[in-house]
């Protein structure tokens, strides 16, 4: 097997490689992607790792100490210190089994916050067959506090480190520098989509065209140069400068047995060899493997309507919307005065929406303009800042005071909370259309309205009012395709975020 052997830089900036072969060595040269990003430090994976390993400790810990703490007059405190120290070793134990803290499941999708869910539901269960086994006497109040409560400030512990990791990667750190190699096409289109959602972790620092497009450089989208690594040269390139990752679009010249020769070429070393698939738009978890004598095949589940999970997501819908309407009916009733001393005018704006299955509704708003804004809004029709059938307008003089304000902080959307509960919008869910709106639809468009529209959703936690039309037909159909109980949550979490900090609110 050959081997390459790092030299001195040249004059160029690049690095002379030596190769040992069976008839001697051969010495060329190779960009130094060292040169263009920080991102192959790795150091800060152990560092990561470590700091999750020590709040996951204390965040079971604080879990066990107050389910006993709540039922210390039950408890005998010695007896389930012991039995708190067992299933926190446990608990821990599956946290690291079912591997919850692997780098490639750290910043993106919902496997991560999944892991943290199966561990803790099969640490729980483990722990509950063991009693049962060897007939110990544990109160099952201390399980049925400790497990929701753990879960909980784990989810809260894992979101949090989370935001600060996503923090770091949009500063250029905590990433991971890859090579993306395939033909012009496929390997631009891969290198602007890593580009563009640093979340994942990795940062293109070398693109390799397998189709001889020539040059030295390609002009990434963020308007860094990335070296172009010759495809020959790819596996030599990437061991003498130790990239971590060697990306994948699309088929190499040669076929299956180009894929495996670049693993084999990159064998013993720290690098991780990942392939893309041309499946876009398909969420993680409704992918599986089945390989048939060699050949692996992806199986994609069909996106499900009814069911199970839609009758959990309609009972979650219920439970937080009329919880939400009790906690906050001070708040209602204060917006609702405040709107109505203004102008004295209607407290509630009703508007005709399409939902599921193209039914029409009547959704509720707090009135956020004056009375007549759906007269004023053809004289308004030439500002209109928004592309497609969107009509968006950043200092819209229908709007009141008392309107600026609440649609600052989202508060105009509260009474669509009624909506949830008589059933005709879902907490979390694509956006309500209007009737104008879907008489102009086409094609895969009419997809949205599978399933009900939200008060938030996807498009709210990724810019709201700054996203264009198509940025947010994307982002339903996503939704619609892909949606779970896990992404339900997260969006509801992003949402909070969205509106304390504004984005994209007008």
Known sequence: MESGALGDAMPDGRLSVTRAGAFGATTFAVPDLHLTTSAQRVGWRTGYRLALIGTDLATVAISLLFAQAVHERNLDPAQYLVWGMALGV??????????????????????????????????????????????????????????????????????????????????????????VVGNHQDATRVTNELIKHHHAGYRPIGVSYTDGTGGAQFAAADGRNVPLVEFPMLADTVRATHTRAVIVAGELPGGKEAIQDLGWQLENSKTELILTSRLTDVAGPRIHMRPVDGLPMLHVDLPQYAGLNHTIKRGIDLALAGTAVLLLSPVLLAVALAVYLEDRGPVLFRQERVGVAGSSFTMFKFRSMVVDAEARLAALARQNEGAGLLFKMKDDPRITRTGAFIRRYSLDELPQLFNVLNGTMSLIGPRPPLPREVAAYEGRVNRRLLIKPGITGLWQVSGRSNLSWEESVKLDLYYVENWSITTDFMILVKTVRAVLHRDGAY
Request: charge should be positive; hydrophobic fraction near 60%; glycine fraction near 10%.
């Open 90 to 179: 446990v608990w821990m134990g599956m946290l690291a089994a079912i591997r919850s803290r692997e780098v490639r499941v750290l910043g993106a999708g919902t496997s991560e916050y999944q892991r943290v869910a199966k561990a803790t539901g099969v640490a729980f269960g483990a722990f509950a067959v063991i009693m049962v086994l060897l007939k110990l006497d544990v109160a099952r109040g201390y399980l049925l506090v400790a497990l929701p409560v753990g879960l909980l400030l784990l989810l809260a512990e894992r979101f949090l480190w989370r935001s600060w990791l996503i923090a770091r990667r949009r500063e250029g750190l905590c990433l991971i520098g890859a090579v």
